[in-house]
T-cell receptor, first 114, second 112 residues
């Protein structure tokens, strides 16, 4: 199984809502990543988890809260988002946290904040 | 100047043409990645290389570490190759070990 799954595929939320994005992989990878991608731009790294511990936080606003409950699962909790947070949110995983290892990407969650 | 520069930004080709996309970088790297993204879709890793040349089907990727340059070639291009191709480099820095730095992407359109 070389798949990274993400749910939901699409999400529309108001600025006062609380919602969560979910990412799952069963490849035994010990590094997992959250990226944000705006239209016609490359992905921007948000967070990296290595062995279920937060390794990199790219100065992301606290309205985005990541969580890694176990080695297969990565969540991104959303609260009080702004319309400019509307984007494609991509999850990825790799064998370990290293640029020498291939990253496997999920299909993404298309988020719209009203 | 971006740490990873791709050219061209946009590329239009006729089916069957040989295509080259270039990537230059200015930082020390652990590896270079070529990624493909179809419209509205997720990202697929095509190649990861740290030296030499790799080939998968009609796709060939090369890297010259001394010149800090990589190329992605597509032979006998097909409309299904239409996508955004992204070059990304893995950091060799201990503090950003898992981080990829992305180029701006090349939008490829192949017409039948």
């Amino acid at each position: 199984d070389t798949e990274v799954t993400q749910t939901p595929k699409h999400l529309v939320m108001g600025m006062t809502n609380k919602k969560s994005l979910k990412c799952e992989q069963h490849m035994g990878h010990r590094a997992m990543y959250w990226y944000k991608q705006k239209a016609k731009k490359p992905p921007e790294l948000m967070f990296v988890y290595s062995y279920e511990k937060l390794s990199i936080n790219e100065s992301v606003p606290s309205r985005f809260s990541p969580e890694c409950p176990n080695s297969s699962l990565l969540n991104l909790h959303l609260h009080a988002l702004q319309p400019e947070d509307s984007a494609l949110y991509l999850c990825a995983s790799s064998q370990i946290e290293s640029g020498r290892y291939e990253q496997f990407f999920g299909p993404g969650t298309r988020l719209t904040v009203l | 100047k971006n740490e990873v520069e791709q050219s061209p930004q946009n590329l239009t080709a006729q089916e069957g043409e040989f295509i080259t996309i270039n990537c230059s970088y200015s930082v020390g790297i652990s590896a270079l990645h070529w990624l493909q993204q179809h419209p509205g879709g997720g990202i697929v890793s095509l190649f990861m290389l740290s030296s030499g040349k790799k080939k998968h089907g009609r796709l060939i990727a090369t890297i010259n570490i001394q010149e800090k340059h990589s190329s992605l070639h597509i032979t006998a291009s097909h409309p299904r190759d239409s996508a955004v191709y992204i070059c990304a480099v893995g950091s060799s820095s201990g503090t950003s070990y898992g981080k990829l730095t992305f180029g701006q992407g090349t939008i490829l359109t192949v017409h039948p």
